[in-house]
């Protein structure tokens, strides 16, 4: 699709604005492909706009780190219009409600809607709540960060007595471990519904193991926490524990609107790509968590990964130029801080985290997260 001058700012039509290129959250993946635009000299078309829900980016890496009470606020997200300013694209404080891809228009919770000429999705996911609540916890999803930060922010001042953390994944260890560090006489817990640990495999869930029980958090494996009644959680008819607070950093789920797009999905409603990132619409790309791909895992390693593809693709897309394919790793660094500064490690079958090195991972994968921060921001610096 080649996007021609004329073609490049189109007038408002009569019940919403036009534009070129719409991009849609500010995840990862798009925080990358702005900066490499900026490094690459490259300006999108004029009348190109970012929507996102917040005025800054948080970085998931870092959002561990800040729960233990090991960084300040500012030094974990990416404010996006010094990035946005530098590249002439508006950025539109608002939040996606849904997409008509015939149509090719985007609604926003404003009220207001944007058509398209190209639209890249970078929206991330949703962590998956119990079907039954009543209401008698206050229940924290770990994502959207803002508001999962504003409750942290109060319960540093009201801290629940005792919290479950709901999820067997990465996010869930550090979130437990890192709670650990603020919060030393709460009653932590961990539920999940597997093995934890379950991708990485049996050597790093053993060690992850060890730490939360020197943490003193109890951890309750094959036990899906699906109903929460009067304080009570309860993996099917069992109750597991009495608790004030339940976080959810449960395996991610699709934003609703995904699949009421008309864009292809997969059973899981997240939309599907080719390698190209393009969904079942060539005028629509996505990236990170939202899309489903073979190999392409939901985690921000795999997302950071999208950016630079995407970055030439949606160029390539207003050019008319041929666009490159995406190559999934097939293993990732893993990185799981402990909360105490220190870090497990996990590639592939090798897994490293004993009480010796742990510390020396956690300086690595610091300066792994700082190296982020400071490319994304030294940038914004002109
Ligand atoms: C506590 C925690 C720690 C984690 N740590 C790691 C880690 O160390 N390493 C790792 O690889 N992964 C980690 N993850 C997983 C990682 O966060 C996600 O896989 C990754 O963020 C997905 O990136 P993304 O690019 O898809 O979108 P995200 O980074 O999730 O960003 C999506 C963006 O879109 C915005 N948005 C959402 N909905 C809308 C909407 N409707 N309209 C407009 N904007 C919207 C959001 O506000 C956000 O800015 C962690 C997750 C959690 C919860």
């Given at each position: 699709?080649?996007?021609?001058?004329?073609?490049?700012?189109?007038?408002?039509?009569?019940?919403?604005?036009?534009?070129?290129?719409?991009?849609?959250?500010?995840?990862?993946?798009?925080?990358?492909?702005?900066?490499?635009?900026?490094?690459?000299?490259?300006?999108?078309?004029?009348?190109?706009?970012?929507?996102?829900?917040?005025?800054?980016?948080?970085?998931?890496?870092?959002?561990?780190?800040?729960i233990?009470?090991?960084?300040?606020?500012?030094?974990?997200?990416?404010?996006?219009?010094?990035?946005?300013?530098?590249?002439?694209?508006?950025?539109?404080?608002?939040?996606?409600?849904?997409?008509?891809?015939?149509?090719?228009?985007?609604?926003?919770?404003?009220?207001?809607?944007?058509?398209?000429?190209?639209?890249?999705?970078?929206?991330?996911?949703q962590p998956v709540a119990p079907a039954q609540l009543d209401g008698s916890v206050s229940i924290l999803p770990a994502k959207p960060?803002?508001e999962f930060i504003h409750q942290w922010q109060h319960w540093q001042t009201q801290m629940p007595s005792s919290v479950m953390v709901l999820g067997g994944g990465?996010a869930a260890f550090?979130l437990g471990m890192a709670l650990r560090?603020q919060f030393p006489a709460c009653e932590l817990s961990l539920a999940c519904s597997g093995d934890l640990?379950?991708?990485?495999?049996?050597?790093?869930?053993?060690?992850?193991?060890?730490?939360l029980a020197?943490a003193d958090i109890a951890v309750y494996e094959h036990s899906r926490v699906d109903a929460v009644m009067h304080q009570q959680a309860f993996a099917g008819e069992l109750p597991l524990r009495r608790i004030d607070a339940l976080i959810l950093a449960t395996g991610?789920s699709?934003?609703p609107?995904?699949?009421?797009?008309?864009?292809?999905?997969?059973?899981?409603?997240?939309?599907?790509?080719?390698?190209?990132?393009?969904?079942?619409?060539?005028?629509?790309?996505?990236?990170?968590?939202?899309?489903?791909?073979?190999?392409?895992?939901?985690?921000?390693?795999?997302?950071?990964?999208?950016?630079?593809?995407?970055?030439?693709?949606?160029?390539?897309?207003?050019?008319?130029?041929?666009?490159?394919?995406?190559?999934?790793?097939?293993?990732?660094?893993?990185?799981?801080?402990?909360?105490?500064?220190?870090?497990?490690?996990?590639?592939?079958?090798?897994?490293?985290?004993?009480?010796?090195?742990?510390?020396?991972?956690?300086?690595?994968?610091?300066?792994?997260?700082?190296?982020?921060?400071?490319?994304?921001?030294?940038?914004?610096?002109?």
């Amino acid at each position: 699709m080649i996007l021609s001058d004329a073609e490049s700012v189109q007038p408002p039509d009569a019940v919403g604005r036009s534009y070129p290129v719409v991009l849609a959250g500010a995840g990862h993946a798009h925080l990358v492909m702005l900066r490499l635009w900026i490094e690459a000299g490259w300006q999108p078309p004029a009348g190109t706009v970012l929507i996102s829900s917040g005025s800054k980016a948080w970085y998931s890496g870092m959002m561990p780190g800040l729960i233990a009470g090991r960084f300040e606020l500012n030094t974990c997200a990416i404010a996006l219009l010094p990035l946005c300013q530098r590249l002439g694209i508006t950025l539109l404080q608002a939040s996606v409600t849904a997409l008509d891809s015939q149509q090719q228009r985007v609604e926003l919770d404003n009220g207001e809607h944007l058509h398209y000429q190209l639209l890249s999705i970078n929206t991330g996911s949703q962590p998956v709540a119990p079907a039954q609540l009543d209401g008698s916890v206050s229940i924290l999803p770990a994502k959207p960060f803002p508001e999962f930060i504003h409750q942290w922010q109060h319960w540093q001042t009201q801290m629940p007595s005792s919290v479950m953390v709901l999820g067997g994944g990465a996010a869930a260890f550090e979130l437990g471990m890192a709670l650990r560090q603020q919060f030393p006489a709460c009653e932590l817990s961990l539920a999940c519904s597997g093995d934890l640990l379950q991708s990485h495999g049996p050597a790093l869930r053993t060690l992850a193991l060890q730490w939360l029980a020197r943490a003193d958090i109890a951890v309750y494996e094959h036990s899906r926490v699906d109903a929460v009644m009067h304080q009570q959680a309860f993996a099917g008819e069992l109750p597991l524990r009495r608790i004030d607070a339940l976080i959810l950093a449960t395996g991610a789920s699709a934003l609703p609107w995904y699949s009421r797009s008309a864009l292809t999905c997969d059973s899981q409603g997240f939309i599907k790509v080719d390698r190209c990132l393009r969904s079942s619409d060539a005028r629509v790309f996505v990236a990170g968590d939202a899309a489903s791909l073979a190999g392409s895992l939901r985690s921000g390693v795999y997302s950071v990964r999208h950016g630079p593809v995407l970055a030439h693709n949606l160029r390539a897309a207003v050019s008319g130029h041929t666009l490159l394919e995406y190559k999934p790793q097939s293993n990732a660094l893993a990185l799981l801080a402990t909360g105490n500064g220190g870090a497990l490690m996990s590639y592939g079958r090798f897994v490293l985290g004993g009480q010796l090195s742990a510390p020396l991972l956690g300086r690595w994968k610091d300066y792994l997260d700082q190296s982020f921060m400071r490319r994304h921001r030294l940038l914004t610096q002109v």
